[in-house]
């Protein structure tokens, strides 16, 4: 008796290390300290120590002696401890010892950039272009009527008229033309229309037509192709991964680059905006439909009877650009197939 008792024991303090805070669960695999590398990005780290990431602030133990505690450098070190038996990831930069007092010590390296909380690269060309337009903007977008010195198609030094610009409160334009119409998988209402992008453009002249130069080109510019104000509107680069407060479900609707294979760090656009509660940062699971087969297994009494398989998780996203009533949104894991019209939730 007094040694299942012990074993029972040992077993609550490990589920108690493992289990925490509305089950919020370490990785089985986690290191007890970690010395962060260039590369690393702040999620990639959450995930060696926690089943669900975007949880890292609830163990993250902010030291009042660190300026900027957030940022993470390459170089410092985590380590895990646990304070009144809860997790606790402590960073210890500059000689700062677990006690909280500065150690003498001199430490010369060269000047870098704190680690970013997800790949900004792989999402850094969907910030700003393409974007999401409504029927309404497509509609009443000025378009392009010709080029000039009697070309059929433009490029970056051209000059270009376009149909009608008699607005002068902004000289910079995108030229894009329409691609993909988004649609809800469910009910086939129209949610938007991507706005692919071609160049750039400056204001020369308003009028109709007005004169515009193109600056840059990533395709042929050609009659037609529409053009949307560039807004002064900041960059966002820094992230904060959470789940919505709120449970939203939606589905995947598309893919973004071209890609046909959806994996870790593509862009799927998500058929739930702004309208629907969305925010940046926002974190969902994904998970694959169950197939429909049908049942053939020896004996059976229900012979070709279509069975649905459980739907299965896949993988983790997080939407970086949310418009009305699409989202952008980068794969950050995938642990299994991920397809156009699998189902996304909150976790």
């Known amino acids: 008796m007094a040694f299942r008792i012990f074993i029972g024991f040992l077993f609550c303090l490990y589920i108690n290390g493992m289990v925490f805070a509305d089950n919020l669960a370490l990785n089985p695999s986690h290191p007890d300290r970690y010395t962060v590398a260039k590369g690393d990005t702040l999620w990639d780290i959450s995930a060696m120590f926690l089943k669900d990431p975007w949880r890292w602030p609830e163990i993250w133990d902010k030291n009042s002696q660190i300026k900027n505690p957030d940022l993470i450098y390459p170089g410092n070190v985590l380590v895990l401890t646990y304070t009144d038996g809860k997790p606790r990831i402590t960073l210890y930069r500059d000689g700062l010892a677990s006690s ?28 700003s272009s393409p974007q999401v337009v409504s029927k309404s903007e497509l509609e009443n977008a000025p378009y392009i009527v010709a080029f000039a010195g009697e070309h059929i198609a433009g490029g970056a030094g051209q000059n270009i008229y376009v149909i009608a610009i008699n607005d002068n409160s902004t000289d910079r334009y995108t030229v894009y033309r329409p691609g ?17 992008y071609i160049g750039d453009t400056n204001l020369l002249r308003t009028g109709n037509p007005a004169t515009l130069h193109l600056t840059r080109t990533v395709d042929v510019t050609l009659v037609g192709d529409r053009l949307l104000p560039i807004k002064a509107e900041q960059i966002r680069l820094t992230y904060h991964p959470r789940a919505s407060e709120t449970y939203i479900q939606g589905h995947i609707i598309g893919v973004l680059d071209g890609v046909s294979q959806i994996g870790q760090y593509n862009v799927v656009v998500l058929d739930r905006g702004t309208d629907d509660g969305i925010e ?8 694959e439909t169950g197939k429909i087969i049908r049942e053939n297994a020896r004996g059976s009494i229900y012979p070709e009877r279509a069975v649905k398989l459980p739907d299965e998780r896949s993988g983790i996203l997080m939407v970086f650009r949310p418009f009305n009533k699409v989202s952008y949104a980068l794969i950050l894991k995938a642990t299994g197939p991920i397809h156009v019209l699998d189902q996304i939730r909150t976790p």
Not at 101 to 119: D, F, G, N, S, Y
Not at 280 to 287: D, K, M, N, P, S
């Open 280 to 287: 940046t940062g926002h974190v969902f699971e994904i998970l």
């Open 180 to 196: 993909k119409t988004f649609q809800d998988p469910e009910t086939g209402d129209v949610l938007g229309y991507e706005a692919v």
């Open 100 to 127: 909280g007092k500065l150690a003498p010590k001199v430490r010369e390296e060269e000047l870098q950039a704190a680690i970013p909380v997800i790949p900004t690269n792989a999402i850094k060309q969907f910030l």
